[in-house]
Structure formats: C-alpha cells, structure tokens
C-alpha cells in the first residue's frame, strides 16, 4: 500500500493510513507500507534549497529531499505501534534499494527484498521509504518528483505481491486530470500502455516509470482514494473489448521549453553528437523534430522540461560554437494530448482534435503522434482552456454530463417561462 503526501499530511491522516493497514493485515495479509513526505514537505525543501543556492548540486539535493519522506515511516511506525501493530521503518539504505547515481532522476537497479520477508514473517508491518534509493557505494539518490509511486511497484514486483494498491486524493484514475476539467469521469480500468502514456504525458497521478514497471512484472495496480472505501481504477493488461474505445483519455503538461538549433550541418553523425551531448548530462528529451534540409543545412528542435533548460542551453552554445550553427529557446510552452489503444483501428481522431483546438484559436506549434497517442505543442496560457476543449470534443465526460446540463437547463428555461 502506498500512500501519497496529502494521504500523510497530518498526524491524523497518518493514524488513518495505519487503521487500513492494521484492517488488511487483519484480513490474513502481509503489508508494506511505501509512504511519501507528508503533504507539500517536498516543494518545502526545494524551495528552502533555492534559498540557498540558485544551482544546488544534485547530489546535495537528494540528500535533502530524501529527509521528508524519513520523517513520514517513523511517524507511520510509532502510529502503528501505538495501536498494538508491531511496525518497522526502513530507509532505502536500510533495505538495498539500489540505483544507479543518476541524481535526482535515478533509476532502480535492485532490491534486496530478504529484509523485508523476514520482517513480515515476523509478523510485522514493514513501511518503507518512497522517492529514495541508495547507490552502490553508499550515496543517497532520489528517483524524479512524484517517485514514490515507483517505489511501491518495484516492492510489489520484488515480493511478488498480491496486491499493490496506491492510495491518493482522488477516487481513482480519471479521463483527465479532475482538478482542471470538473466533467471528467472516473475510469474502473486502464491499460498499462494507455496509461503509460498518459503518465509521461502529465497526467502526474503516477510516475511512468511505476507503469512501465507494473507492466513489465505483471503487477496489479490499484489506484484509490485514501479518504473512503470506493473501488479505484485498474490498470490491467489490454483486453480486445478496450479497442472498442477511441479516445481513453487527454492530458496536459505544462513547463515544456524547445530548443532549436538552426544551421546544421545535413552530414551523417551530426544529430548523434547533438543527443549524445545532451543524454551524457542525463537530460531527458520529450519530442524531436528535423525539418528537410535546404542548401546542406537543417532544422533541429527539441523540447524538454523547463528545470532541464539551463544544462541544454550550456551543451547547446558550446555545440553552436563548433558547428555554426545558431539556437533559439522558447520557454512558455505546454502539451495536450489525446491517448486510446483504440487509434490502432479508428481513424479521424487527428482531424478532431486539430478542428476542436481552431475553433477556440488556438495555435497549434508542433504535433506528435504514436500508435495510441496524438499530442499538440501549444501556448502555455492556453494549456488548461485546451484540455478542457479536447477533454469535450471527444466526450469523455460522457453522455452523464451533458444530459445532466441539459436537464439544468430545461430546468432554468422552465422557471424562467
Ligand atoms: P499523491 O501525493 O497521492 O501521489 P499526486 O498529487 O501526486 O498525489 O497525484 C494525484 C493528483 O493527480 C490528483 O489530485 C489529480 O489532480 C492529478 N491527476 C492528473 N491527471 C489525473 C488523472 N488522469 N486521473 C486522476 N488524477 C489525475
Ligand atoms: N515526495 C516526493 C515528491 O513530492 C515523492 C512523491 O511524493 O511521490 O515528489
Ligand atoms: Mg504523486
């Protein structure tokens, strides 16, 4: 069971995590808790460091962040002992998790899940520390925002659990995000693939790295509400009654910065320096795009999360320098995006999505497309009005919502006669 910070905001909320591990464990299961800092203590702790230093190294920050989330498993255990649970709290250290020591954004390499077996046989609750994980020679890493969610697929899969349920603020996973567009609706399943992307497009409910691990160890990922008791959503394996839906649902990222790099050289090998560059500083790219080259020279661009921006730039004028060629960077940039395994068989989701976006004008900058996906480079002060707009063209709300207006509004048509 994971629990997310709003789901451990408070002293409260901590005792009411305990209570539904002690109700499963007394239901004949072993449980691990994975618990993330408690409420905003991790945007606390960046904001702190920035205080400090506008550029904070990124070994220097792992060490700080990885704090909050040490505070929650020994509150989590103190909460459980005191309600008669025997409990024990680890740190990533404690138990192997470890990574490679790619700061901030590390990557799970092992677990040594023995610890944990023993403790559990012993017939406690173990909780262990979300986010975190430990290099082989000893240095504290973290696994990217959000990374308390790959912390508990990578538990279950290393235990070979039953059941791995992520406990949030909200009833389950939804058509898109519920806090921008009031009308979506919530989802009883997902695919791994639909909901892979939906990850790595913003939909931030999970980390993607968590669905990517969920999918490829066959972990059942429950997703549910910590303030009541209502089944969540699942995220299974396709099923072929799943392609019978087009669109499953929309997402927005927001935060996107592009690089452009005009005057390249059109020879072979030149794109591979540019990339190799940019992955050799760990810098993870979204989308990329090269133009037809005119008179020997092309058009290379590229976007990626603005906190990234400062490093790209830096690679980016030293290549410009050897190359000649000139860059240009552009900050205030989002993503909308469609997702359905069902695009594999329909067609014309493109052509509605591009005609719902011109009828509101807005402007569409780049376009990308996968097998199941269809996403627009837009302004960023359009991002939340985009999402609303795509979020209606492909009624995801469903007929509820609109029946629901138009009952309100026969109802207000009535009064007003
Ligand atoms: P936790 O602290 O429990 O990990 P997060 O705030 O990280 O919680 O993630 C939950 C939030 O994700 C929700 O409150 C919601 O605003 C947002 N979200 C974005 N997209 C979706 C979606 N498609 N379905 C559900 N929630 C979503
Ligand atoms: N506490 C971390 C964060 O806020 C990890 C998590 O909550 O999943 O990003
Ligand atoms: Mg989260």
Same mark, same amino acid.
């Given at each position: *069971?994971?629990?997310?910070?709003?789901?451990?905001?408070? %002293?409260?909320?901590?005792?009411?995590?305990?209570?539904?591990?002690?109700?499963?464990?007394?239901?004949?299961?072993?449980?691990?808790?994975?618990?993330?800092?408690?409420?905003?203590?991790?945007?606390?702790?960046?904001?702190?460091?920035?205080?400090?230093? &506008? %550029?904070?190294?990124?070994?220097?920050?792992?060490?700080?962040?990885?704090?909050?989330?040490?505070?929650?498993?020994?509150?989590?255990?103190?909460?459980?002992?005191?309600?008669?649970?025997?409990?024990?709290?680890?740190?990533?250290?404690?138990?192997?998790?470890?990574?490679?020591?790619?700061?901030?954004?590390?990557?799970?390499?092992?677990? !040594? !899940?023995?610890?944990?077996?023993?403790?559990?046989?012993?017939?406690?609750?173990?909780?262990?520390?979300?986010?975190?994980?430990?290099?082989?020679?000893? !240095?504290?890493?973290?696994?990217?925002?959000?990374?308390?969610?790959?912390?508990?697929?990578?538990?279950?899969?290393?235990?070979? +659990?039953?059941?791995?349920?992520?406990?949030?603020?909200?009833?389950?996973?939804?058509?898109?995000?519920?806090?921008?567009?009031?009308?979506?609706?919530?989802?009883?399943?997902?695919?791994?693939?639909?909901?892979?992307?939906?990850?790595?497009?913003?939909?931030?409910?999970?980390?993607?790295?968590? @669905?990517?691990?969920?999918?490829?160890?066959?972990?059942?990922?429950?997703?549910?509400?910590?303030?009541?008791?209502?089944?969540?959503?699942?995220?299974?394996?396709?099923?072929?009654?799943?392609?019978? #839906?087009?669109?499953?649902?929309?997402?927005?990222?927001?935060?996107?910065?592009?690089?452009?790099?005009?005057?390249? &050289?059109?020879?072979?090998?030149?794109?591979?320096?540019?990339?190799?560059? @940019?992955?050799?500083?760990?810098?993870?790219?979204?989308?990329?795009?090269?133009?037809? !080259?005119?008179?020997?020279?092309?058009?290379?661009?590229?976007?990626?999360?603005?906190?990234?921006? &400062?490093?790209?730039?830096?690679?980016?004028?030293?290549?410009?320098?050897? *190359?000649?060629?000139?860059?240009?960077?552009?900050?205030?940039?989002?993503?909308?995006? @469609?997702?359905?395994?069902? *695009?594999?068989?329909?067609?014309?989701? %493109?052509?509605?999505?591009? +005609?719902?976006?011109?009828?509101?004008?807005?402007?569409?900058?780049? #376009?990308?497309?996968?097998? #199941?996906?269809?996403?627009?480079?837009?302004?960023?002060?359009?991002?939340?009005?985009?999402?609303?707009?795509?979020?209606?063209?492909?009624?995801?709300?469903?007929?509820?919502?609109?029946?629901?207006?138009?009952?309100?509004?026969?109802?207000?048509?009535?009064?007003?006669?």
């Amino acid at each position: *069971m994971k629990f997310g910070g709003t789901s451990v905001a408070d %002293a409260e909320k901590i005792r009411a995590a305990a209570r539904r591990a002690i109700r499963a464990q007394k239901q004949g299961r072993q449980v691990v808790m994975v618990v993330s800092a408690m409420g905003k203590e991790t945007d606390r702790l960046v904001d702190l460091a920035k205080q400090i230093s &506008p %550029a904070p190294s990124h070994r220097e920050m792992d060490q700080l962040l990885s704090t909050g989330e040490q505070v929650t498993i020994s509150l989590m255990a103190m909460a459980l002992e005191e309600m008669g649970a025997p409990a024990i709290s680890f740190t990533a250290g404690q138990i192997g998790m470890v990574t490679d020591d790619a700061h901030t954004k590390a990557r799970l390499k092992s677990i !040594a !899940a023995e610890k944990i077996h023993k403790e559990l046989d012993a017939g406690k609750i173990v909780i262990v520390a979300g986010f975190q994980g430990v290099t082989e020679s000893g !240095a504290i890493t973290t696994l990217g925002r959000g990374g308390s969610n790959v912390t508990l697929v990578a538990v279950a899969a290393a235990l070979k +659990a039953d059941l791995c349920e992520n406990f949030t603020d909200v009833d389950g996973i939804f058509t898109t995000d519920p806090r921008i567009v009031p009308t979506a609706r919530k989802l009883d399943t997902i695919s791994y693939d639909e909901m892979l992307e939906l990850a790595s497009l913003g939909a931030n409910v999970l980390h993607n790295r968590a @669905v990517e691990f969920a999918k490829k160890y066959n972990v059942p990922l429950h997703v549910r509400n910590s303030n009541n008791n209502k089944k969540g959503t699942l995220i299974v394996h396709e099923t072929e009654s799943m392609e019978r #839906i087009v669109v499953r649902g929309a997402a927005l990222k927001e935060g996107l910065a592009r690089v452009t790099l005009n005057n390249v &050289p059109d020879h072979p090998g030149v794109v591979a320096r540019i990339f190799h560059q @940019v992955a050799g500083k760990n810098v993870v790219v979204d989308d990329i795009i090269q133009t037809i !080259a005119q008179n020997g020279e092309a058009t290379v661009s590229f976007t990626v999360e603005i906190a990234e921006l &400062p490093e790209c730039r830096q690679i980016v004028e030293n290549l410009c320098g050897e *190359m000649k060629c000139s860059a240009r960077y552009e900050e205030h940039l989002a993503k909308v995006s @469609v997702v359905g395994v069902g *695009m594999r068989t329909h067609t014309g989701v %493109a052509e509605k999505m591009f +005609a719902s976006l011109a009828a509101e004008k807005i402007n569409i900058q780049n #376009i990308t497309t996968s097998e #199941i996906k269809i996403s627009c480079l837009i302004d960023r002060t359009q991002g939340k009005k985009a999402l609303r707009v795509v979020h209606d063209a492909f009624n995801l709300g469903g007929k509820k919502t609109v029946k629901k207006k138009t009952a309100k509004k026969k109802a207000k048509k009535k009064a007003n006669q």
